[in-house]
């Protein structure tokens, strides 16, 4: 079976930074780009990041530009989001999630999703 | 950034009849060397991550029923829920995926009447 289980959301304060980690299983996951994407409270769908599938190209969405950064561990299977420079409208469930087919592109829908992580910036 | 609106915001419908969502791209997701609509459904339940429901507009994922259908083309797409189920009971999501960033609309709440 294919997993996502993503790690590391806590609470931080605004300015502070935080680690999420998703540990993959169940495929091969060199082969597919993955994704990050979040939902705050009561919100819709966003997506953050992803990243190609040797890690040399990522994309982000322009509020998280420079200040988050996505990277993987193939040897691991891990995905990762350093997150600097948090805000309050960055608290939100953070999901990783997968590329729906192993193609090399960055244009592609998800699937599957992990149960998400949540992070909330206060003070 | 592709804008994708969602319409309506909510709907509530009796068991066993039909639901409709809509979904509207402020530009085409037709890639013409493919013909291929680059457009996507979730569906989230409560307290669940989303779920890919139908790829490519109209390509329903494995396993998934067949009361659910995707159409439409370039800027325009449907959902379409037949003989609705309680199981059923969700937000529904389009996602496009033709340009970065990739977007979402906003979602439809489905709801039994």
């Known amino acids: 079976d294919v997993r996502l289980v993503e790690s590391g959301g806590g609470l931080v304060q605004p300015g502070g930074s935080l680690r999420l980690s998703c540990a993959a299983s169940g495929f091969t996951f060199s082969t597919y780009w993955m994704n990050w994407l979040r939902q705050a409270p009561g919100k819709g769908l966003e997506w953050v990041a992803n990243i190609k599938e040797d890690g040399t190209e990522a994309k982000y969405v322009a509020s998280v530009r420079g200040r988050f950064t996505i990277s993987r561990d193939n040897t691991n299977n891990a995905l990762y989001l350093q997150m600097h420079s948090l805000r309050v409208e960055d608290s939100a469930v953070y999901y990783c999630a997968r590329d729906v087919r192993a193609v090399d592109s960055p244009y592609n829908c998800f699937d599957p999703w992990g149960q998400g992580t949540l992070v909330t910036v206060s003070s | 950034d592709i804008v994708m609106t969602q319409s309506p915001d909510s709907l509530a419908v009796s068991l066993g009849e039909r639901a409709t969502i809509n979904c509207k791209s402020s530009?085409?997701?037709?890639?013409?060397?493919?013909?291929?609509?680059?457009f996507a459904w979730y569906q989230q339940r409560p307290g669940q991550p989303p779920k890919l429901l139908i790829q490519w507009a109209s390509t329903r994922e494995s396993g998934v029923p067949d009361r659910f259908s995707g159409s439409g083309s370039g800027t325009d797409f449907t959902l379409t829920i037949n003989s609705l189920q309680a199981e059923d009971v969700a937000v529904y999501y389009c996602?496009?995926?033709?340009?970065?960033?990739?977007?979402f609309g906003g979602g439809t709440k489905v709801e039994i009447k």
């Open positions: 996602q496009q995926y033709y340009s970065v960033p990739l977007t």
């Open positions: 530009q085409s997701l037709l890639y013409r060397s493919n013909n291929k609509n680059y």
